[in-house]
């Protein structure tokens, strides 16, 4: 799971910074369409090291439940970036709007990644032993 979390952050980071780049250069006469391709890039790099902190996080979560937690926020940052970002970038590419109609779930899988990581953290078991 970490490499495909790894590699996955990956692709959203670099095709992310394509975007802005291309929001700014390309896209400058119009611009709602920049806007549109900036906000994409912004979520995209946010989630991106969003989730390079989650294949690091993986690599020591020990209880399922934490686990568990931490997967379901990839899974959900992983649908995010699909349905917001390239929604709205097939926005900013002059798509009609009703092909991208699932926007609004993948800004809604985002707030659920980041509720579900807010269950993790609330669900680690530390192993340091109590404090004097």
Not at 80 to 86: A, D, M, V
């Amino acid at each position: 799971m970490q490499r495909l979390v790894l590699a996955f952050a990956g692709l959203a980071g670099t095709v992310s910074a394509a975007g802005d780049a291309a929001a700014h250069h390309l896209l400058a006469a119009d611009p709602a369409r920049a806007e549109l391709a900036s906000t994409a890039a912004r979520y995209g790099l946010i989630h991106a090291a969003a989730l390079l902190g989650l294949a690091a996080l993986l690599a020591q979560a020990t209880p399922r439940f934490t686990r568990a937690g931490l997967i379901a926020a990839c899974w959900c940052f992983i649908g995010g970036i699909l349905l917001f970002c390239g929604g709205l970038g097939l926005l900013a590419a002059g798509f009609p709007p009703d092909l991208v109609l699932a926007v609004p779930a993948g800004g809604s899988l985002f707030i659920l990644g980041w509720a579900a990581l807010l269950v993790a953290g609330a669900a680690w078991v530390s192993k340091a032993p109590p404090a004097p």
